[in-house]
């Protein structure tokens, strides 16, 4: 069956440490994405990829930078990491082969404090 | 570029009551529209969706029509259960263009017993 995995799953930082977010995908699919979920904003993404080495800028890519070394893995890193992005993080694999529904995974929390 | 909007931020309904969830999209492309289900602690996953050329989707007595003319993708059911207690998000991909997905902010349905 189709899966995304995230880890970790939950994430106590410190302000001014580097984080990173890993997912992968078992799906064979070209695209994966990186979104936030907050309250009041519903998913904003945040990076996204058309496949290995490519990676795209989302609506809200400050603050983060991102990495797509195979077709399996891509990871979110926040270099300097604020307390403004204390959030849940989804990933997401989907593309043309599904019609471009996006399987997601079960999200990290992250808290930088 | 591409938006969405659901103005219903919560939905409060008895079990058997209609539900009506409006959405309303902006792009300049033909975009593939989708409802996306999320129950508490979970990742979103695909409900239903809808290319411009099949207008209608329905899946697990959920409805939802494309109205191009309107821009207009709600998303109906006649008879609610308390088990579809969750948040429904509507999305759009640019499938004519550079595949980009956006979501709105979610609406959150509490179905009362």
């Known amino acids: 069956e189709a899966a995304v995995t995230q880890s970790p799953r939950n994430k106590v930082a410190v302000t001014g440490g580097k984080v990173t977010l890993s997912c992968n995908q078992t799906?064979?699919?070209?695209?994966m994405y990186w979104y936030r979920q907050d309250t009041g904003h519903g998913l904003r993404l945040i990076h996204y990829?058309?496949?290995?080495?490519?990676?795209e800028k989302g609506d809200i890519p400050d603050g983060y930078k991102a990495s797509r070394p195979s077709q399996e893995n891509f990871s979110l890193i926040l270099e300097l990491a604020t307390p403004s992005q204390t959030s849940v993080y989804f990933c997401?694999?989907?593309?043309?082969?599904?019609?471009?529904?996006?399987?997601f995974g079960p999200g990290t929390r992250l808290t930088v404090l | 570029g591409d938006s969405v909007t659901q103005k219903q931020g919560q939905v409060t309904l008895s079990e058997d009551d209609f539900l009506f969830i409006n959405c309303t999209y902006s792009?300049?492309?033909?975009?593939?529209l989708f409802w996306y289900v999320q129950y508490p602690g979970q990742g979103p996953q695909l409900l239903l969706k809808?290319?411009?050329?099949?207008n209608k989707g329905i899946s697990r007595g959920f409805e939802a029509t494309y109205d191009k003319g309107t821009t207009s993708f709600h998303l109906q059911k006649a008879s609610v259960q308390e088990s579809d207690s969750a948040v429904y998000f509507c999305?759009?991909?640019?499938?004519?263009?550079?595949?980009?997905?956006?979501f709105g902010k979610g609406t959150s349905l509490v179905v009362h017993p």
């Open positions: 997401a694999s989907g593309g043309q082969e599904s019609s471009y529904e996006q399987y």
């Open positions: 799906n064979n699919h070209n695209n």
């Open positions: 990829s058309y496949g290995a080495g490519s990676t």
């Open positions: 792009t300049t492309t033909y975009p593939t």
């Open positions: 809808v290319t411009t050329a099949n």
């Open positions: 999305a759009l991909v640019d499938s004519g263009g550079n595949y980009k997905p956006t």
